[in-house]
């Protein structure tokens, strides 16, 4: 991960209670102690040195290429040098990446042995153990060990914490979450499942002050969420208030990240273009663009045909503001794949943006021709038709839009987007129909009344009606609402100030 940094995700399930940085995940934790995972006798637990490393090699058949390419070199490197830690260390951390638990425990435990030193070794294998839900007694123990190595690391106190919650030995769990807290107050993922235990305790309110510390922090977290669901309905709530909890948990983030520097090298050492794009889309959910570009841009590279991909970050660079890396993989995306009304709609946007409507009619004409019934392209092509200077041709498409039976048909129809109404209002107001024009940008206010644009061309039209006072309240309007040197032009024109 780039600076040393990673973000990883939580996903806990019954009898397992870990997150994974780099694979796939867990439903979420359920604290039943009916359906909890039992303790493993503490006998059963392994000492360094007990396994010897297998050396068969691993069924490679159906690995992405890359893939298959890095496990075998890393295995090779691993068997070349059998008494270096740091060369089987790499071959797990490689298998880890890809999910091949039973590989990367393997090597693990042969690095442990060669080097019990080296914290990442323990904390790498207990993760694993933790995923693989079948040995958590060992899990715990290599996590007990990573902390030896590294007593003040807070992630590693919350993952030895969830997987005390899966052994259902939760007062050692909020032991260790607690501490996980103190180290890192910013470790939602800790504070959720502290949150869970003190749920399956019956300390509702305190189980409720933790969850709500989190969703103020993050208001999309589906975990913390989905947990408060349960305290709300243990509480006895109004039956109101539980389901608007669950409508916004299951409008959630279904990735929840957080920082784990030493897991960020395991994810690193991943290849796989199928995970990469995993990891991608829990960045997008959580609003962290950077990161989301970073690996949609592996992904491209591994897979160049991959439209999806090519799309995902078209429309992220947009986010990031950098048009023109957006424009060019919109075009691939529409040399991938020329049907794709999406591709040519985000394409169009981009090129009315940068005021080159040539260009964006084509592909709006062509996304019609495909969809008929789009609205958006629909009110786009207008837009566009506006910015060559065909007024009655874009007037002619806002009613085309208004009437279609498509997605405004109907009820919909009423709820035309603000910026719509503001496109339609200057053309109404530039062919002479300053009483429509009034009225659509009335329509934008009463949507957001502080709208700038709205309040902007709202201004110029009650001017050109020799309604100067109303003009220059709309200006300053317009202006406390966003800097807008236009507006503060005219007020300059008019010889007026803002109070």
């Known amino acids: 991960m780039i600076g040393g940094r990673a973000l990883a995700r939580l996903s806990i399930a019954g009898a397992v209670a870990l997150a994974m940085a780099c694979g796939q995940g867990a439903p979420d934790l359920v604290l039943d102690p009916a359906t909890t995972a039992q303790p493993e006798p503490e006998a059963g637990i392994p000492e360094p040195g007990m396994r010897e490393p297998d050396t068969n ?5 159906e690995m992405e290429p890359q893939v298959k390419a890095r496990l075998l070199e890393t295995r090779s490197a691993a068997l070349a040098s059998p008494l270096s830690a740091e060369t089987w260390g790499r071959y797990g951390m490689v298998a880890h990446a890809h999910d091949l ?8 435990r042969q690095a442990r042995k060669l080097d019990p030193t080296d914290e990442r070794w323990p904390y790498y294998l207990g993760d694993v153990l933790s995923v693989q839900g079948t040995e958590l007694g060992e899990a715990v123990e290599a996590f007990r060990r990573a902390l030896t190595l590294l007593p003040d690391y807070a992630p590693a106190h919350m993952r030895l914490g969830n997987v005390l919650i899966a052994l259902d030995r939760s007062s050692e769990a909020a032991v260790e979450l607690t501490r996980a807290l103190e180290l890192a107050p910013a470790l939602q993922p800790a504070r959720v499942a502290l949150a869970q235990v003190r749920l399956a305790e019956g300390e509702l309110d305190l189980s409720e002050k933790l969850l709500d510390e989190v969703l103020r922090e993050a208001p999309r977290h589906g975990q913390a969420l989905a947990t408060l669901g349960r305290v709300y309905m243990r509480q ?3 039956r109101e208030e539980a389901r608007a909890i669950a409508t916004r948990a299951r409008s959630a983030a279904s990735y929840n ?9 395991v994810v690193a050492e991943g290849v796989s273009a199928v995970q990469i794009w995993e990891r991608a889309k829990s960045f997008l959910e959580n609003g962290n663009y950077e990161q989301a570009a970073l690996g949609l841009r592996q992904v491209v590279l591994l897979q160049p045909s991959n439209t999806d991909a090519h799309l995902q970050l078209a429309i992220t660079y947009g986010n990031l503001g950098d048009l023109e890396r957006s424009r060019v993989h919109l075009e691939r995306t ?6 794709l009304v999406a591709a040519r709609i985000h394409l169009a946007m981009l090129l009315l943006e940068q005021e080159s409507p040539a260009p964006a009619l084509e592909h709006l004409e062509r996304a019609l021709a495909l969809d008929p019934d789009n609205a958006e392209a629909g009110w786009l092509l207008a837009k566009a038709l506006l910015q060559t ?3 009655a041709g874009a007037l002619t498409v806002f009613d085309r839009t208004r009437q279609t039976d498509g997605p405004t048909a109907g009820p919909a129809a009423d709820r035309i987007p603000a910026w719509v109404h503001n496109e339609w209002g200057r053309a109404m107001a530039q062919t002479g129909q300053p009483q429509d024009a009034l009225a659509h940008f009335r329509a934008a206010l009463a949507e957001n009344p502080e709208d700038a644009q709205a309040l902007f061309y709202l201004g110029l039209v009650l001017e050109g009606l020799g309604r100067t ?4 309240a709309s200006y300053c309007r317009s202006m406390a609402a966003k800097a807008n040197p236009p507006a503060g032009d005219r007020l300059q024109a008019l010889g007026r100030s803002c109070p």
Do not use: K
């Open 57 to 61: 090699e691993p069924d490679t058949n």
């Open 101 to 108: 638990w039973n590989e990367a425990a393997r090597a693990y």
């Open 236 to 238: 006895g709530r109004r």
């Open 257 to 265: 990240l957080y920082s784990d520097p030493l897991m960020g090298r």
């Open 334 to 339: 529409v040399v991938l794949d020329p049907g």
């Open 389 to 391: 200077g065909d007024l």
């Open 469 to 472: 006072a109303d003009a220059v």
